[in-house]
């Protein structure tokens, strides 16, 4: 606790006190108040989004050569600032007519999904595929995500962009 001690001097010139404050209970107050946050803190779980991962096969046949389609298929590429393309189109027939643009306002990508998956010659090998290009931000790729599962599709990939849809997204964009 806190002390005075009265110190004399010969002479009896001048008396000087020395305080001396202990700080023990101090301490104790402060790890008091760490314990009583630290019991009474809602700690927050983080949100983590579910991956549809294929379940692992215990007889594994050898790998079949399925060639999706292009009606089969719709591909997505995310673009900078916010912007979302898709076509449905392979490397011969991709124009700037056929690299369409959405946006994630509304549920325009599950209706763009739903529809070609109606179209679709055979619906079983449907495919959704996500191209996040360098400048898309992390935001737009779980929105797409979020977006799949509204749409109730399991089926989808997520690849790096081809050189021949880079050409002709960098038209668009330009």
């Given at each position: 606790?806190?002390?005075?001690i009265a110190q004399e001097k010969q002479g009896g010139k001048q008396k000087k006190k020395?305080?001396?404050?202990?700080?023990?209970?101090?301490?104790?107050?402060?790890?008091?108040?760490?314990?009583?946050?630290?019991?009474?803190?809602?700690?927050?779980?983080?949100?983590?989004m579910d991956l549809g991962l294929p379940a692992k096969d215990h007889h594994p046949n050898p790998p079949t050569n399925t060639v999706i389609g292009d009606k089969n298929q719709v591909t997505f590429i995310l673009g900078k600032d916010n912007r979302v393309f898709y076509h449905q189109s392979n490397e011969k027939d991709l124009n700037t007519t056929n690299l369409k643009e959405t946006d994630f306002s509304g549920i325009k990508i599950s209706?763009?999904?739903?529809?070609?998956?109606?179209?679709?010659?055979?619906?079983?090998?449907?495919?959704?595929?996500?191209?996040?290009?360098?400048?898309?931000?992390?935001?737009?790729?779980?929105?797409?995500?979020?977006?799949?599962a509204i749409a109730k599709k399991e089926r989808y990939g997520v690849t790096d962009i081809k050189p021949w849809e880079t050409k002709i997204y960098k038209e668009l964009v330009q």
């Open positions: 606790m806190a002390e005075v020395l305080i001396r404050v202990d700080m023990t209970p101090m301490v104790d107050l402060g790890f008091l108040l760490i314990t009583f946050f630290m019991f009474t803190t809602n700690f927050t779980k983080p949100n983590v209706k763009i999904i739903s529809e070609a998956y109606k179209n679709a010659p055979v619906p079983e090998n449907f495919t959704v595929i996500v191209k996040p290009t360098d400048e898309a931000n992390y935001k737009n790729f779980v929105d797409m995500l979020d977006n799949l």
